[in-house]
Structures are given as structure tokens and as C-alpha cells.
């Protein structure tokens, strides 16, 4: 049995404060704060979809939590997204960016938009990104449905991807729950089951607390995988007003029950 840990997708967010951190806590008191006193042990850091992650920051990061601590970190949108730059250019300034954390960082999470679909060009672009980050865990989150098709699980498995299993709300188009794993490196992200998820700024999209009885049917998937894979991770993505950190408090001690 590999070791499973339980975290958040980020950390630092204003609505957090007086629901899961202390009215007066500041920024840089957060993420000690996320570690002792609400007892995670690891993080995925989302920031980076949106800027490339800098030296400077990440080796804060380092310092502020103990030797323990984990990080996901997620990859740039050039990456996934956009795909416009030098894709060795980008990976070397990504790569450079994180580089405090060091043996930390256990996952960088590949998450592709619905738009992009199992062909022969986009797999060879998987291809071309895993070469790039060779020597990290690599995992991926499809977003198009049409991924979850064996065939493609086992193209991650050849080029050694993690796949990422996700949660989200049974509606047409978004992806399946379905608990694999492709690496070393089994991965769980949940974002809610909010059924207005079209309808809504992205804001609000992650409005969902899971309930205990939703919770425990996570449990044997999670611990399954988790049985076959060196290292598990399971981050809530439901971070409007705190839920995400009520969901991972409740979901790890649900884990640590059955080890």
C-alpha cells in the first residue's frame, strides 16, 4: 500500500478567511496554517495555470512548510492551453521556476480543455510533453469524455502519464469518474457535483460540499489505487468559502480509519 495523501487545489483565498483561517490571519501565515493547523500534508498549487511559477516564490513556499510536505504543482496554460510558445523554452522556464521546492514537488498536472480531442496530432503532443518533463510525474486531466475510452488510458500507460481521476456533476460532456491509474503516481481531484455548472461564473462552479455518504463511495476507489501506486494524492477543487478544506479534513480521516 503506497501512501495516500489529502489536500486542496491552492490555499490562499480571500473567502477562506473567517470560514476555515482566523478573521485576522495574514498572507503569509496561511499556508503554516493550512499545514498545522488544518493538517494537510500536501497542496496542489493552481497559480501556475495562469502565470509561470518564479524562484522567488516557490522557495517561500520551501521554507514555510516542513520536510514532509508535498506539492502538485499545475502546469502553465502554454502548455495545455494555448500551445503557441517553445515548448522547450517554456518547459526550461517552468522547470527553473519551481526548482526550490526540489523533492517536493511529486506531480505537475497536465489539464487539457474539452476542446482537446484523442488524435493522432494531440497524442503526439502528449509525447512531446512527456519527453520535456522527463524525471517528473507527469499526470493529466482530460476534460473531453472521449479520453476515458480504454485505448487512450493505455497510451498513458505507455508513455508513462498519470491520469487523473476526477469528480464532477453527472452532466453531458464533462468527464467520468473513473478510478485508474496509468504511472506510479495515482491522482484524485474533486470539484463538486453543482449541477448548475454551465450556468455559473466560474467562481461560484465549485459551490459544492460533498456529503459524508457522498464522501465514503470515494473510499475502496481511492484505496485501490492507491494500493497499486507508490504515491496517491486526492485534492478538492470545491474551494468557494472553505468547502474544499471541510471535504479534505473529512475525506483524510475517513482514509486514515481504513489503513
Known amino acids: 500500500m503506497g501512501e495516500v495523501r489529502v489536500g486542496t487545489s491552492g490555499f490562499s483565498f480571500n473567502d477562506w478567511i473567517g470560514e476555515v483561517y482566523p478573521k485576522d490571519i495574514k498572507k503569509e501565515e496561511m499556508l503554516p496554517f493550512y499545514e498545522k493547523k488544518l493538517g494537510f500534508n500536501a497542496l496542489?498549487?493552481?497559480y501556475t495555470y495562469y502565470s509561470m511559477p518564479t524562484q522567488r516564490t516557490f522557495d517561500s513556499f520551501s521554507k514555510r512548510t516542513s520536510d514532509d510536505f508535498l506539492f502538485s504543482v499545475k502546469a502553465y496554460k502554454g502548455f495545455t492551453h494555448e500551445k503557441e510558445g517553445d515548448l522547450k523554452k517554456l518547459g526550461k522556464l517552468f522547470r527553473d521556476g519551481i526548482g526550490p521546492l526540489k523533492e517536493k514537488v511529486k506531480a505537475i498536472l497536465f489539464q487539457f480543455p474539452f476542446s482537446f480531442?484523442?488524435?493522432?496530432?494531440?497524442?503526439?503532443?502528449?509525447k512531446r510533453l512527456r519527453e520535456e518533463f522527463d524525471g517528473f510525474n507527469g499526470v493529466i486531466e482530460f476534460r473531453n469524455g472521449k479520453w476515458s475510452d480504454d485505448t487512450y488510458i493505455e497510451t498513458l500507460k505507455s508513455v508513462f502519464f498519470g491520469y487523473c481521476v476526477v469528480d464532477e456533476p453527472k452532466l453531458k460532456g464533462l468527464f467520468p469518474f473513473k478510478p485508474v491509474l496509468t504511472s506510479n503516481v495515482g491522482y484524485f481531484r474533486f470539484h463538486g457535483r453543482n449541477r448548475e455548472w454551465f450556468n455559473v461564473p466560474?467562481?461560484?462552479?465549485?459551490?459544492?460540499?460533498?456529503?459524508?455518504?457522498?464522501l465514503a463511495?470515494?473510499?475502496?476507489?481511492?484505496?485501490?489505487?492507491?494500493?497499486?501506486?507508490?504515491?496517491t494524492f486526492v485534492f478538492f477543487n470545491?474551494?468557494?468559502?472553505?468547502?474544499?478544506?471541510?471535504?479534505?479534513?473529512m475525506f483524510k480521516e475517513m482514509i486514515e480509519k481504513k489503513y
Open 217 to 231: 463511495e470515494f473510499v475502496e476507489p481511492v484505496l485501490e489505487v492507491g494500493r497499486m501506486a507508490d504515491m
Open 238 to 249: 470545491n474551494c468557494h468559502l472553505g468547502k474544499a478544506v471541510k471535504n479534505g479534513q
Open 202 to 214: 466560474s467562481e461560484v462552479r465549485y459551490d459544492y460540499l460533498y456529503s459524508e455518504e457522498e
Open 117 to 126: 480531442t484523442p488524435n493522432k496530432e494531440n497524442i503526439d503532443y502528449l
Open 44 to 46: 496542489e498549487i493552481n
